[in-house]
């Protein structure tokens, strides 16, 4: 997501240094309300309109990325994942190697961020997109590994609750650091999930334009159909990964707010 999101914005003619900054401190901030209140939280960040939006682009992305996501757990519980994996480290780890230099080339990785300020609520209304691969990406995850068998306790801490802390390690020194602090597995899987999303993005990123990444999408007032706005509503407050981590989150009282944002 990250790399995409930086391409759209450059090809459409976003400040390089404004998208980088916008992309390597985003994911930090969005996850932070994540982390805090869930992806109902996360979504109450945006106003009325923007939040429609954004619900109706991680559906789009949900259907799109589930054969993925499904073929990826079914690879890890026949062990073809971990076949593939342990192949490529008897060829001394050839693909991994590459993938590792071909993310450290991508534009992403080779733009520092600007030092133009960017509000914590701008990371919300001008990455819109963000927070929708963010919602389809939870949801998708916590899903398939509940249907794989595993509790939804801990599918919780799996899915939502790591995904904060990666966002931090992104925020720190983009994709290299995530890449250095996670382990050789996760970040073997992590290049395995990018070959194969990349090209089913291919059309949905295609349409993307700068009203979803890179500029505030509702440009006009706060008003929406309040019967959809309910709906949608109701939908993201319903999912089993918000229904148990309302009470997960009512455990952990110990949680502390970090600084976003880069500051």
């Known amino acids: ?6 391409d759209k914005m450059v090809e459409k003619g976003v ?19 994540l982390k805090h209140g869930g992806i109902t939280g996360m ?9 429609i939006k954004c619900f109706e682009l991680a559906e789009e992305l949900k259907d799109i990325l589930r054969p993925l996501y499904v073929k990826h757990q079914d690879d890890i519980i026949t062990g073809e994942f971990s076949r593939v994996m ?3 480290w008897d060829n001394d780890d050839a693909n991994l190697l590459k993938w590792r230099e071909e993310t450290a080339k ?3 990785e080779m733009t520092p961020a ?13 990455a819109i997109v963000m927070v929708a691969m963010i919602k389809a990406g939870v949801e998708l995850a916590f899903e398939e590994m509940v249907a794989a068998g595993m509790k939804p306790e801990s599918a919780y801490y799996e899915s939502l609750h790591e995904t904060p802390l990666i966002a931090n390690t992104i925020a720190r020194r983009k994709l290299y650091e995530m890449n250095k602090v996670i382990s050789d597995t996760a970040e073997y899987g992590c290049y395995l999930y990018t070959q194969a999303c990349v090209p089913m993005l ?15 999408y509702n440009k006009g007032d706060n008003g929406v159909d309040n019967q959809k706005l309910l709906a949608v509503n109701e939908a993201i407050q319903s999912h089993p990964v918000e229904v148990v981590g309302r009470e997960l ?5 110990a949680m502390k707010k970090i600084t976003v944002g880069g500051q």
């Open 1 to 6: 997501g990250a790399v995409l999101c930086f």
């Open 15 to 33: 400040d390089p240094g404004y998208a980088s900054k916008l992309i390597q401190y985003g994911w930090e901030t969005i996850t932070e309300a």
């Open 43 to 51: 979504m109450n960040r945006l106003d009325n309109p923007s939040k």
């Open 86 to 88: 342990m192949e490529d």
């Open 106 to 108: 991508t534009g992403f």
């Open 114 to 126: 600007g030092d133009m300020p960017i509000s914590e609520q701008e990371y919300f209304d001008n």
């Open 202 to 216: 291919k059309d949905f990123m295609a349409k993307t334009d700068t009203s979803i990444i890179g500029t505030k």
């Open 249 to 253: 989150r009512g455990y952990m009282t």
